[in-house]
């Protein structure tokens, strides 16, 4: 008997991992990054939904929400993917980081959007997982679909 197929949904500041034949999906991704992390063999993923590049910030707070920043999520993420899978060959896919507001992106250097790319691009690249696909940029919001079975996006 095959596996019915779920769809799970990743909220804004969360993470999801499930596996093929499951799908993950993220909606309003703007300034947002949707991060899909996946392993080919054994056909499980993770999706990431975050709001702000980093936590430094925010270092000093009783209670921190990892789900919502890059330095902190993605290295969560891959360190349950990796306990889930055997010599695991990790790939990413990234979407979102739009340029949602004229405001806050003229002399003040780069936007939020632009921030959160450079932070995920560089997280990956410190974890070694390769950026297969990109969809990042621009001025409108995404939503992020992902097909676990063979790691397709829509």
Same mark, same amino acid.
């Given at each position: ?6 769809e ?17 999906i993220?909606?309003g ?7 899909? $992390?996946?392993?080919e ?19 000093n707070?009783?209670? $921190? ?11 969560e ?16 896919? $990234? ?39 990109k ?20």
């Amino acid at each position: 008997m095959m596996a019915r197929e779920e769809e799970i949904r990743v909220g804004i500041s969360d993470y999801k991992m499930t596996q093929a034949p499951n799908k993950l999906i993220t909606v309003g991704l703007g300034s947002c990054i949707g991060t899909v $992390i996946y392993d080919e063999q054994s056909k499980i993923g993770g999706l990431s939904h975050i709001m702000l590049p980093d936590s430094h910030f925010f270092a000093n707070r009783q209670e $921190i929400k990892v789900a919502k920043f890059a330095d902190l999520a993605i290295p969560e993420m891959v360190k349950e993917l990796q306990k889930q899978t055997r010599h695991a060959r990790l790939k990413a896919k $990234i979407v979102g980081g739009a340029s949602m507001f004229a405001f806050g992106t003229t002399q003040s250097g780069p936007g939020i959007g632009e921030r959160n790319i450079e932070a995920v691009e560089k997280i990956l690249r410190e974890l070694n997982i390769t950026v297969v696909a990109k969809h990042v940029g621009g001025n409108t919001g995404r939503t992020m679909v992902v097909d676990l079975n063979d790691f397709s996006t829509m």
